[in-house]
């Protein structure tokens, strides 16, 4: 679940056996809530959310098995959905849905644990901004997590 610019809630769900994912938000801040919102397909867990420095949100959802890694953002705050697409690595698998964080400087860090066990950090160019390719995050091999948030 996270905030918007707009000052709205939005909560991401997994339907059931990972059938698709959906994402229901506020009609107003503090208001009530609107209906459950198809967000990705297939998924190996509920999305990830992450508010960008201008309030957008971003949204990450990992495949069942972890080849491939989606990402959509809203377009304003409390406003549509871009229709995104695939934000991983061509072949490298993910274990778990990644985490994301905005850091002092206001851009977006991603991070996911692959298959091997290793972290990859992917950070915006800037506040709101573009991405830069993944990167290595770190020599150290990590216990892979199966299900959830890797705990970075």
Same mark, same amino acid.
């Given at each position: 679940m996270? /905030?918007?610019g707009s000052g709205r809630l939005t909560v991401t769900a997994i /339907? !059931?056996? /990972? =059938?698709g994912t959906f994402a229901r938000r506020q009609t107003a801040a503090s208001g009530g809530w609107g209906e459950w919102q198809p967000l990705f397909g297939w998924s190996a867990a509920? @999305? $990830? =959310?992450a508010v960008n420095a201008d309030g957008r949100l971003e949204a990450f959802s990992l495949s069942p098995g972890g080849a491939r890694l989606n990402h959509r953002w809203q377009t304003s705050p409390g406003g549509d959905v871009h229709p995104g697409g695939e934000f991983g690595e061509p072949g490298i698998r993910l274990v778990a849905t990644p985490t994301a964080a905005l850091d002092a400087t /206001?851009? =977006?860090h991603v991070f996911a644990v692959t298959v091997a066990g290793?972290? *990859? *950090?992917? #950070?915006?160019?800037?506040p709101s901004g573009g991405w830069h390719p993944w990167t290595a995050f770190g020599d150290r091999t990590v $216990? !892979? #997590?199966v299900a959830g948030? @890797?705990? =970075?």
């Open positions: 996270a /905030g918007d /339907g !059931p056996s /990972g =059938l509920a @999305p $990830a =959310l /206001g851009r =977006l290793r972290i *990859r *950090r992917r #950070v915006q160019s800037g $216990a !892979p #997590v948030t @890797p705990a =970075l």
